[in-house]
């Protein structure tokens, strides 16, 4: 991608000097000397999807206006149903009939984040073992609710996905225990931070904003009364637009939030007086101008590719000694293991402290983990799986709210307007439950490049993970053992036939 100094390049040396020289910064550590470099100045980075980004928020905006105006109190007001007509089953639905909707969709995944970040203090803990424990439960009920409208398509999916669920969680279930504690610290340095919680509120607020013309735009379109087939694909063009629309908020609040939490943990905490002044502007300049094209990049493709490995590594710990399954298994997550090099998370924090490209912060952020055996304990920890059911969760209820006053007014509408509402929600609640997220990130990266700024933060929780971590690299290593013994017990048996 094409890289292009930044022309605010003097309006951010308060913030570049605040990670450089790291001799000041971590008194000298010589592991955090390694990973952490001083930096002159910021280039502009992946520019060409930051131009595709632009260009598709200028089209599908395009796009929803038209749809949501040419019905809006007035059928075909803007006289675009004669190019239409012949393959478009044209009804007499108007815009107003759908909108208010998804405005119930919009305003429960508003209430939901916002309580979220509320209660973050407080309540944090109770709330994501309650989402872990009643998703299960909540997917089994919308499944059986499908079925009784007579929805079995969708009724088998959520019936699977709440398989799928309960099987994840009993896969991980040993692994809860450290997942919270991880996410204990991490809700307590978010709380330190009330600038943090202040952002992902504004970011909120922006992407209602965004949501009121989406919505508009998608009512439109359901009002036109086309036939299923040809609904159901703009309804999914239009959900994709919305999905990476609200992945590049979610990851300019984690790329803020990363590089907030990593240069008050260099410093040893906030009130230090070395750290920087008007940090929050600096760390969301930097999102929105030279990093934006990075993060809009790794928008498209980090998300997919976390949860597929999530459920990979689920169903391999649980495999057992079924060789041809585990074969299999084992290639898709080699393969998955290799996409996770070039595309996850932890790259917003290397993009929000250091400005470096996406796949260049993604390759030294997992390289830095595996040379270091930090990997070991992010594949144990559970946290990002935890927080996307909460993510999951709100958005179920947000769409389940829509879909009940839809069946009332427009029962046969029910569906569409209810899937399509709950990914409203989900990227709503997305937008309070990142913070959280790129606090471990952050924590994770620090402990890997410089293990005393944990210690320095809070020496108990350092103990904690440390002893975790020595105790996954003693079972990584057995269970290599065992595996390679198993490999030469059957090399000796084929030699044995021979």
């Known amino acids: ?41 910021r280039y502009w980075r992946d520019v060409f999807w930051l131009v595709i980004f632009i260009a598709h928020l200028v089209v599908v905006g395009f796009a929803l206006g038209v749809f ?32 208010p909707l998804y405005a119930v969709a919009g305003g429960v995944g508003a209430v939901l984040g916002w309580t979220w970040l509320f209660l973050l203090g407080s309540r944090a803990t109770q709330m994501m073992k309650f989402s872990v424990h009643i998703l299960t439960t909540y997917l089994a009920v919308i499944s059986v609710l499908c079925f009784w409208i007579e929805q079995f398509f969708w009724g088998v999916a959520f019936a699977i996905g709440a398989a799928l669920q309960f099987l994840y969680v009993i896969s991980v279930i040993d692994r809860l225990p450290f997942t919270m504690l991880v996410l ?31 919505s508009f735009g998608a009512a439109g379109v359901v009002a036109l009364g086309i036939g299923d087939s040809g609904l159901w ?23 803020v939030v990363s590089g907030m939490v ?34 809009c990049y790794g928008s498209l493709f980090t998300a997919a590719i976390r949860t597929l490995r999530w459920e990979i590594r689920g169903l391999r710990s649980k495999i057992g000694n079924n060789e041809c399954l585990l074969c299999c298994v084992d290639f898709l997550f080699h393969l998955v293991e290799f996409l996770v090099r070039w595309f996850n998370k932890y790259a917003y924090v290397q993009i929000g402290v250091y400005g470096k490209s996406f796949n260049h912060s993604a390759k030294d952020a997992w390289e830095l983990f595996q040379s270091t055996g930090v990997e070991a ?22 769409g389940t709210c829509a879909a009940i006053w839809t069946r009332i007014k427009h029962p046969e509408r ?34 890997a490049e410089d293990p005393s700024l944990i210690s320095r933060w809070d020496a108990a929780f350092f103990a904690q993970i440390s002893e975790k971590l020595h105790q996954r690299l003693q079972h990584r290593s057995a269970r290599a053992r065992q595996v390679l013994a198993n490999r030469i017990d059957q090399i000796q048996e084929e030699a044995g036939l021979a």
């Open 1 to 41: 991608m094409n890289d292009f100094r930044s022309s605010s390049s003097s309006s951010s040396s308060s913030y570049d000097s605040a990670v450089g020289p790291p001799q000041a910064n971590v008194m000298g550590s010589q592991s955090s000397s390694q990973g952490i470099s001083q930096i002159v100045s």
């Open 68 to 99: 949501g105006l040419n019905r809006f109190k007035q059928l075909d007001r803007l006289n675009i149903d004669k190019y239409t007509m012949g393959f478009l089953e044209n009804k007499d639905g108007l815009t107003e009939d759908y909108w």
């Open 184 to 214: 204990q610290r991490a809700v307590q340095m978010v709380w330190d931070l009330p600038e943090i919680t202040r952002v992902a509120s504004l970011f909120m607020l922006v992407m209602l904003l965004w949501l009121a013309l989406w």
């Open 233 to 255: 694909w703009l309804l999914v063009v239009l959900s994709v637009s919305l999905f990476w629309t609200g992945a590049v908020l979610c990851n300019i609040v984690h790329v």
């Open 262 to 295: 990593f240069l008050v943990l260099i410093h040893g905490g906030r009130e230090a007086s070395s750290m920087p002044p008007k940090l929050v502007m600096s760390s969301l300049q930097h999102a929105v101008t030279t990093s934006f094209g990075s993060i």
């Open 377 to 398: 304990l992010i594949a144990y920890d559970c946290s990002g799986a935890v927080l996307f059911m909460g993510t999951v969760l709100g958005g179920l209820i947000s």
């Open 414 to 447: 029910v569906v569409m307007v209810g899937s399509t509402a709950m990914l409203m929600g989900m990227i709503l609640v997305g937008l309070a439950m990142v913070v959280v997220e790129s606090a471990v990130t952050s924590i994770y990266i620090c402990y």
